[in-house]
């Protein structure tokens, strides 16, 4: 069973080290511009010129993809950021200081847990334009909840541990206790909710983007792209694999990872 | 059960509701400028703008403007539609059947398909069948709903041509027709639900069987499949009730998405349209109906599981 959960992380790794170097050879090549319009070259099947084939533009579907990994990790890192921003500033007061601190600030964590996401997500972006920017923002407060539970469980526990008490009379500061002792104790509960956020982040961001409230052209995003494919379904059904396999694969590896990682803090506790 | 956690509970559920009334208001007031002239565009006129803010209320203090907006969801009175001219109540009223019937189909499909694969999962634990239900659900969980939606139109609808894709039928007309206009949402929806339960069935199955009334049951000589069905399964049940339940939510919000695939007339075309739109009263109720239903069923499933498992009324 051991060497099976070690595959799970090593699977999760892989999957992300190979989208993460998609995403880095994208920064430099792509087979064509992602916007490049060539009318009288539109739907083209997947073949030697172009691998996935072209869209109802023309425009290249693979480089398309690769500028999509850019679109997907930012999305991903920095809505991840906001809400470890948001959990941490939440989640370690709550924690830290404990009694009315700790009540009143879960049950408004509580509050914002019930809310269905996707319909946050949503009144943001109604409220402002949607936009690559938005999109972030709106996922990123999201995720503040999850990261303040395990933030707050996090301090919960150390706190009253004996190699705190004992930094503690030996008298460190607050801001020492907290990050040199407290914090490196968490990291791994943060390192696994940090890793499922990028994944969530990433199906969020193409529910949004595919409704035509995400990502705004011409920034490519996966999302949008299978919104675009479904009116050539019939004429181009390869169309709307390649984007939808490429948001199920980085999902996949980043939920692999993290529960990888987990498995292995578990079995190490 | 006990009551002082049911009040507790229903605190929490007043907070929230209070919470998302608290939301839906200040969104819609914190719009960059003038919402009237969001709608309108800058080429209105300013009468034009004076008009539609009497219509939507903005003209008054921001106070008063809020005792109206409780006031009226309280009374399930979220104002008129910008653009059907129609109170937002009846537009809600007549696409929620659609929205219903689909997440309710979805949890049935979702109950079905995942009881026995996470009851076989369990017994086979480390075989063969576990590792490959356990890759297949990791697979499951990635799949973002509105794709798999989309490849099931492209298989059963372009290319095997089985299913009239976009066609709905309510109940009330045809109810083997409707139920096959939304048997591929339903199973698109049901995906990532079926991979959620059967892994927590198989764990909380796998719990279970280290319990000692196992060891006395299975001391007792009874049949293994006794064991696992009369004892084991009714036990691990009750979490995954309460999974399913939670869940509910998400199959909600899922079919707002799922709806736009399949051309659906649910809420959730309703709500991308009125988005579209901006017709903010009526995306305004939306929301707080939604996701008052959402908190709602939580807050039920909440107390059931308390009443099933005794042990959480000591909390």
Aim: aromatic share 10%; net charge positive; proline share 5%.
């Amino acid at each position: 069973m051991n060497s099976g959960k070690k595959i799970t992380l090593w699977i999760g790794l892989t999957l992300v080290a190979l989208l993460f170097v998609l995403m880095a050879v994208s920064l430099f090549y792509v087979p064509y511009g992602a916007n490049e319009m060539n009318i009288a070259g539109r739907l083209q099947a997947p073949g030697a010129a172009h691998w996935l084939g072209t869209d109802n533009f023309g425009r290249d579907i693979l480089s398309r993809i690769m500028e999509g990994t850019q679109t997907a990790f930012s999305v991903g890192f920095f809505s991840v950021c906001i809400g470890l921003a948001g959990g941490f500033l939440l989640g370690a007061a709550a924690g830290y200081l404990g009694r009315w601190a700790d009540e009143l600030l879960m049950r408004a964590v509580d509050a914002l847990m019930a809310f269905p996401g996707i319909l946050l997500a949503l009144i943001l972006v109604t409220i402002f334009k949607p936009s690559l920017g938005q999109t972030i923002i709106a996922i990123g407060i999201l995720f503040i909840p999850s990261f303040a539970r395990v933030i707050r469980g996090g301090f919960l526990q150390t706190k009253e541990a004996d190699f705190v008490k004992a930094a503690r009379g030996m008298g460190a500061g607050h801001a020492a206790l907290i990050f040199r002792h407290i914090v490196p104790h968490i990291l791994s509960s943060v390192i696994v909710t940090a890793s499922l956020c990028f994944s969530a982040a990433i199906l969020v961001e193409a529910a949004l983007s595919y409704l035509g409230l995400g990502v705004q052209p011409p920034d490519p995003s996966w999302g949008r792209m299978l919104n675009e494919s479904q009116a050539y379904m019939s004429k181009a059904p390869w169309y709307a694999l390649a984007p939808g396999l490429f948001i199920t694969l980085t999902v996949l590896g980043f939920n692999l990872l993290g529960d990888g990682i987990r498995d292995l803090r578990d079995r190490r506790a | 059960m006990n009551l002082a956690y049911a009040a507790r509970r229903f605190v929490t559920l007043l907070l929230t509701v209070f919470f998302v009334i608290l939301v839906t208001f200040f969104a819609f007031r914190i719009i960059p400028g003038n919402p009237a002239l969001a709608i309108l565009g800058t080429e209105a006129t300013p009468e034009q703008i004076q008009e539609l803010e009497a219509k939507l209320g903005t003209d008054l203090p921001l106070g008063e403007q809020f005792l109206h907006w409780i006031g009226g969801a309280a009374a399930f009175d979220f104002g008129d539609s910008l653009r059907y001219s129609e109170p937002v109540l009846d537009l809600i009223g007549a696409r929620l059947p659609v929205t219903f019937s689909l997440a309710l189909l979805a949890l049935a499909i979702t109950v079905l398909v995942a009881v026995p694969l996470g009851i076989a999962a369990a017994r086979r634990r480390g075989k063969a069948l576990d590792l490959i239900i356990s890759a297949v659900t990791q697979i499951g969980l990635a799949i973002p709903s509105f794709w798999s939606g989309i490849v099931l139109v492209l298989v059963f609808g372009v290319m095997l041509k089985w299913f009239s894709v976009s066609h709905y039928v309510p109940w009330s007309e045809n109810a083997w027709l409707s139920l096959r206009s939304l048997l591929l949402p339903a199973v698109a929806l049901s995906i990532p639900q079926i991979a959620i339960v059967v892994r927590y069935l198989r764990t909380t199955m796998l719990e279970q069987l280290h319990l000692e009334y196992v060891r006395t049951a299975r001391s007792k000589g009874l049949r293994p499949s006794t064991v696992y069905y009369k004892h084991v399964l009714k036990n691990a049940l009750i979490p995954v009730v309460t999974v399913v339940g939670m869940n509910f939510g998400e199959i909600l919000a899922g079919s707002l998405v799922i709806e736009q695939v399949f051309t659906l007339p649910g809420l959730g075309r309703l709500l991308i349209t009125a988005i579209g739109n901006r017709d903010y009263p009526l995306v305004q109720g939306l929301v707080l109906l939604v996701a008052s239903i959402v908190i709602f069923v939580n807050f039920v499933v909440d107390l059931s599981y308390a009443w099933l498992n005794p042990k959480i009324r000591l909390r």
